[in-house]
């Protein structure tokens, strides 16, 4: 997971070096500014994936995560529809409710409850897939009334869709729609502000979100391993993975719930051997 909080150029060869460390993916996070750093510099998720996209040429890229807020949908399919061409198909669209109030606040819009957020959040899913996956759409719900067309794109049916979720109905909708689901260790209902769980905690709360999740699948009929799980671990765990063994255990219950895929953040102050060697572990 890459900040935009650095120079461009800076922000490129960090996305290099991931790939040539042997990480599997390098995200971004779609936010006008630092949330949590408001008045850092700060540069546009969008625009640097394209970049990513020209300068590697294995890694996966994309956001996460890209938000109704901020996107309008068919705006968001032909911001990744653009992408996945510059990548060679390369893209993971990741997509999540969104409630960081100054990205309402930037685009001159009210806060939205969060059952509009869900709401939104399910029709902007529905568009997308619908328009990434046939080259049109047209959609009349309650929040988007919109005809709309794309270019194929390069992965077929769409690249893969990564719902973003914490609570039930976020969840249901991965179930529905999504070839992978990311999530973090925050109970739903709470915000990162909050703090994030840890150790026994953290594994808890995960464990009931991913059986949540199964049931999910099976009432509509979906086999659960068709579903992808990502766990963002946030900052400070980097260092808590290694050497090999450390990180093989702290990996080990979650890996036992289904979790395949690990987001780590690129740490503010890169000790480049230790991320190689966490990134050398994608491969084993």
Known sequence: MLLQNAAAVELV?????????????VWIADHFVNPHAPEADWLDGWSLLAAFAQATSRVRIGPLVSAPALRNPSLLALQAVTVDHLSGGRLE??????GAPLDFEM??????????????????????????SHGHVKHDGRHYTLEARVRRPVQ?????LVVGALA????????AHADAVSTYAVPAGGRLSDGVASGGEAVATIRARMEFLDRA????????ATLRRSLLTFFGVLEALLPPDDFAEWVAPYCSMGITEFVVYWPASADEDSLAGLGALTAS
């Open 107 to 132: 685009m001159g819009l009210p806060h939205r409850a969060r059952r509009e957020q869900l709401e939104r959040l399910t029709e902007t899913v529905e568009i997308v897939d619908a328009l990434l």
């Open 168 to 175: 039930p109905g976020s969840l249901r909708l991965a179930a």
């Open 156 to 160: 077929q049916p769409r690249p893969p």
């Open 13 to 25: 060869e960090r996305a290099r070096r991931a790939e040539a460390m042997g990480f599997g993916c």
């Open 217 to 224: 699948c099976e009432r509509i009929g979906r086999d659960p």
């Open 93 to 98: 669209l990741g997509i999540g409710a969104g």
